[in-house]
């Protein structure tokens, strides 16, 4: 009986544990591009395949390594590599504001065409601060997820079909990895280690993966 009772507690925090991450994922907000991108272009952006898009806005280099390059499908991470994105995301997310500050000063050095595509609006407090908090936030929760993966795929789904009506098209998604590699090698330090980077890089193209579905999908509508 004591048994019993330990196993359907257990079951109970797991349901918890899954339906706050769901809802993190769900209130979780891209920072949109502009409204009046042209259907046209963001259907052909959305469509382009990310070994195409490795040479969009930067080169790469050996020490900047593109997510996603080359990646089609959703490719299956170990389990040693999820462990090492869980541990190294517990050290992110104590202070996402921070980082999520740090992640968009990256991204517009990286390009700083960019500042004009993003709408902080600090009269509705709408700031970049804000907003690289629920990136990192939407990405880290999604990358660490160790169950419930058919449930956190849908909602990573739906999110990429909210923002097709932004205008977000896949061709952000190349430059926002190298945003994110770079804010999580300079938070991480001595951590930051190739198989942290490796097992990040994975990650990160799992995610996006859904969320360009969610894309495509609502461009076929």
């Known amino acids: 009986r004591n048994q019993g009772r330990r196993l359907l ?6 349901s918890t544990r899954t339906l706050s991450l769901t809802r993190a994922l769900r209130t979780a907000i891209l920072p949109p591009l502009g409204r009046n991108a042209s259907f046209v272009a963001r259907t052909r952006a959305i469509n382009t395949p990310f070994s195409a898009l490795a040479a969009i806005r930067l080169r790469p280099t050996p020490s ?33 504001t921070t980082h ?20 902080f609006d600090s009269s509705t407090g709408t700031t970049m601060q804000k ?30 079909g909210r923002h097709f009506e932004y205008g977000v098209g896949a061709e952000l998604f190349p430059i926002m990895g190298r945003a994110l590699m770079m804010t999580l090698k300079d938070e991480l330090g001595p951590a ?6 490796t097992a990040w890089e994975q990650a990160y193209a799992n995610v996006t993966t859904y969320i360009i579905q969610g894309l495509k999908e609502e461009a076929a509508k």
Not at 9 to 14: D, E, N, P, T
Request: charged share 25%; net charge positive; aromatic share 6%.
């Open 131 to 160: 907003h690289g908090a629920n990136v990192l936030r939407m990405i880290g929760n999604a990358a660490s997820l160790k169950e419930d993966i058919t449930k956190i795929q849908k909602t990573l789904i739906s999110l990429g």
């Open 9 to 14: 507690a257990s079951q109970a925090m797991r």
């Open 64 to 96: 900047t390594v593109l997510p996603g390059e080359g990646r089609r499908g959703m490719s299956t991470m170990d389990a040693a590599g999820m462990a090492t994105v869980s541990r190294t995301w517990k050290i992110i997310e104590q202070d996402l």
């Open 100 to 119: 999520g500050e740090k992640f968009f000063h990256n991204l517009f050095e990286l390009d700083p065409s960019l500042k004009k595509m993003f709408a």
């Open 192 to 197: 930051w280690t190739p198989e942290v980077a």
